[in-house]
């Protein structure tokens, strides 16, 4: 066994038992530009068909051991050389030899004695005619996979045989067994499901019957019994004469690119919590919903409504849990709007309900009849929520404020119709919650007033329009000052003078409240501060604190940071917090309290007996003082009830050992009253008005010399005495 030098040529195994036959072959095959391999017999040739590959074999019929005949059939066992061109020599000219050749699995034969140079003319031949085989079964087998990868199978019809060739991905595509079935159009449109059949088979004899390629979707049963969806393009074939011979059509399943696509859709269209339409596609609708009622002159409503007190169930019972009670209320709101619409007797044509954000839903109702319709469907929403929610074994309860805007009086552009819907719920949740209300006109300017304070607002601090003032509080014991009220103050370059009644419900809607009310803490501590160094006579300050604060996770850590960036001593510190606080959560309010406590600081609660606390329920918080409400200090003189309550309140706060402050002291009768009646603190307009730091510190000696004056005497005459008894 020889093999002759390496290189990029073929190689040609020649097999031949005779010395001489091998030597002229090899010779011949060499100077055409092959390369070889020798075996001088059956057992050898096989050996070296293990160790090398050649690309033709040249092999001898008569062989001692094994004939050509049984070397040919053990090569064509061989999964390697299955394609591998086989030339066989015989010295027997007749069909039975060269039957036994082409049985054996050869490729061609020659007879000897043989011509060797067309011989080597025909292996060449031999060797083009195995590499175009094997690149067209590549070609093939890569158009097999590129058609499974992409699920695309071809098909055509010729109409002078009436047969019709599927791929392999076509039978795999429709789940047909080609062993079992022949392919034909009418098992193509056998596979069609039923909901496309007409459909397509109408087609078929569109571009059968004239001039008509083109492109149809329709959806087969596959093997598993479930529907996909299949694109078909179609290419008719003419002959010269314009006659139609064949059809020829790719067919690619598409389905998984539908279910995405409809998943994008969902995504995109539909709130994926509650599967309500979302934000975006009810403007859409509300889009249509213009256009329709410009068109027909109806008119139409938007519902915006929201869940009261939503908030408390995400902190009481965690997010989950929530989540799931928005869905519950999304399917019970549907419901109950699929019921309503079914009434002969409905005053609107269709609704529309979608999820807008958080727990905020929105609803048309398309060709309403009145407002009485939408006050009516407004009443069956709110009465839904009477009974609990059952949610994962919770008992959830809630309600629904609800505001309606109209086309055309209240709005014709979507943004218009959704902001004056909201600004109607919102006017219904400031009614006391579970509410219904429509929009009204009048409160457009209130509204451009309250956006337009709401922009300025944090550009206002940015830019120094905010300034603390401070109103001193005075000991009615020594007659003399001791600490100061810190209060806000904005007066910005664009909208001039901003009462706090004002901005300051603003800032706690939108959250703005927790920056501003740090930066009075901080401006305010650093002003004291600065006061006590010097001596002043103010050395204690008063800040007022929202609930928005209080509830912040860390707000004693943050008064702790205050003090120690200020230098200020915990004691120079008192926290004015409103009864509402102490309501919300008795729990959280005493921790929070304590831990204020613990830092040092004075706890008072302002504006008291305003809110929900009684003199009771102060037992369980550490307080330091009660500031009594300026309302009932105002009249104190004249109204007998204002006097009862005030005395009622300072006697009650004694026994409990609790300061008392009175604020909205005008007067000097006021002032007579307060410390004939045992009150500790008051601050009010009679001693001084609120003003900024540099003013306060210049009208120090004008108060001083007359609160010197106030209780030297002067002003406590037995007339005021008598007044406040």
């Not at 998943?263 to 213009?290: M, V």
């Not at 609990?388 to 209240?410: C, K, M, N, R, W």
């Not at 007579?672 to 008005?689: P, S, T």
Request: glycine share 6%; hydrophobic share 40%.
């Amino acid at each position: 066994m020889g093999l002759s030098q390496q290189s990029n040529t073929p190689l040609v195994l020649v097999v031949d038992d005779d010395n001489t036959t091998r030597m002229m072959a090899l010779e011949f095959i060499s100077q055409a530009g092959f390369r070889f391999l020798e075996a001088s017999d059956g057992s050898e040739a096989l050996q070296c068909l293990a160790n090398e590959e050649p690309d033709l074999i040249l092999l001898d019929v008569e062989m001692p051991g094994l004939s050509g005949y049984d070397v040919c059939s053990k090569i064509r066992t061989m999964p390697k050389y299955e394609n591998t061109p086989v030339l066989m020599l015989t010295g027997l000219n007749n069909n039975e030899a060269i039957d036994l050749a082409y049985n054996a699995g050869a490729t061609d034969f020659a007879t000897k004695p043989i011509n060797w140079s067309l011989l080597c003319h025909r292996l060449r031949y031999m060797y083009r005619a195995s590499k175009a085989a094997e690149e067209l079964a590549q070609s093939q087998m890569s158009l097999q996979v590129a058609q499974r990868i992409a699920e695309l199978g071809n098909w055509s019809y010729d109409f002078a045989t009436k047969e019709m060739v599927w791929s392999d991905q076509m039978y795999a595509m429709f789940g047909v067994d080609s062993n079992l079935h022949k392919p034909s159009l009418k098992l193509f449109c056998q596979s069609v499901h039923p909901d496309d059949n007409i459909r397509v088979v109408e087609w078929f004899k569109g571009v059968t019957s004239k001039s008509k390629s083109g492109t149809i979707d329709f959806k087969i049963v596959a093997k598993d019994g479930q529907p996909r969806h299949v694109r078909q393009v179609l290419e008719q074939v003419f002959d010269n004469s314009g006659k139609l011979i064949q059809l020829q059509a790719t067919v690619q399943d598409f389905t998984d690119r539908r279910i995405a696509e409809k998943r994008i859709h969902q995504l995109a269209y539909y709130d994926e919590l509650t599967g309500l339409a979302n934000r975006t596609l009810f403007s859409e609708i509300l889009k249509k919903a213009i256009k329709n009622a410009d068109e027909s002159k109806d008119q139409f409503a938007v519902l915006y409504f929201d869940l009261d007190d939503f908030k408390k169930v995400n902190d009481t019972f965690g997010h989950s849990i929530g989540d799931k009670m928005i869905h519950a209320v999304g399917e019970k709101i549907e419901s109950a709007l699929r019921e309503h619409e079914v009434k002969a007797n409905r005053t609107y044509k269709s609704s529309t309900i979608a999820r807008m954000s958080g727990d905020e839903f929105t609803l048309l109702l398309d060709k309403i009849e009145n407002r009485e319709a939408v006050a009516a469907l407004a009443t069956v929403l709110k009465n839904l929520f009477n009974e609990p929610l059952q949610v994962d074994g919770h008992e959830l309860f809630t309600s629904l404020s609800i505001g309606s805007a109209l086309y055309p009086e209240d709005g014709d552009s979507v943004d218009t119709l959704l902001k004056n819907a909201d600004i109607a719920m919102y006017d219904a949740k400031r009614a006391g919650k579970d509410h219904y209300r429509f929009f009204s006109h009048d409160r457009d300017a209130e509204l451009a007033r309250y956006h337009a304070v709401e922009d300025r607002m944090r550009t206002a601090l940015k830019e120094n329009n905010f300034e603390v003032f401070y109103q001193p509080q005075v000991d009615l014991i020594t007659g003399k000052v001791n600490s100061a009220e810190a209060l806000l103050r904005w007066t910005d370059d664009v909208l001039g003078f901003v009462s706090p009644v004002e901005f300051i419900p603003i800032a706690e809607e939108n959250g703005f409240i927790l920056e501003l009310g740090e930066w009075v803490l901080r401006t305010a501590c650093d002003q004291t501060k600065r006061w006590v160094d010097e001596g002043f006579d103010v050395q204690k300050i008063a800040v007022n604190i929202s609930v928005l604060q209080f509830s912040q996770a860390g707000f004693s850590d943050l008064i702790e940071s205050v003090l120690i960036d200020t230098g200020l001593d915990a004691n120079g510190l008192k926290l004015e917090i409103t009864e509402s606080v102490l309501a919300v959560d008795t729990n959280h309010a005493v921790n929070a309290l304590q831990a204020l406590k613990h830092i040092g600081v004075d706890l008072s609660i302002d504006d008291f007996g305003t809110g929900y606390s009684s003199l009771s329920q102060l037992k369980h918080f550490p307080i330091d003082q009660l500031k009594i409400d300026q309302s009932f200090i105002r009249h104190l003189t004249e109204n007998s009830e204002d006097k009862a309550i005030t005395q009622a309140i300072i006697a009650m706060a004694d026994s409990m050992n609790i300061s008392v402050l009175a604020e909205g002291v005008e007067t000097a009768e006021h002032l007579d009253f307060l410390r004939l009646n045992g009150c500790d603190e008051i601050q009010g307009y009679y001693v001084c008005k609120p003003m900024g730091a540099v003013s306060l510190e210049k009208e120090m000696g004008h108060i001083n010399r007359l609160l010197g004056d106030v209780f030297s005497g002067t002003h406590l005459s037995s007339t005021h005495l008598k007044k406040a008894s």
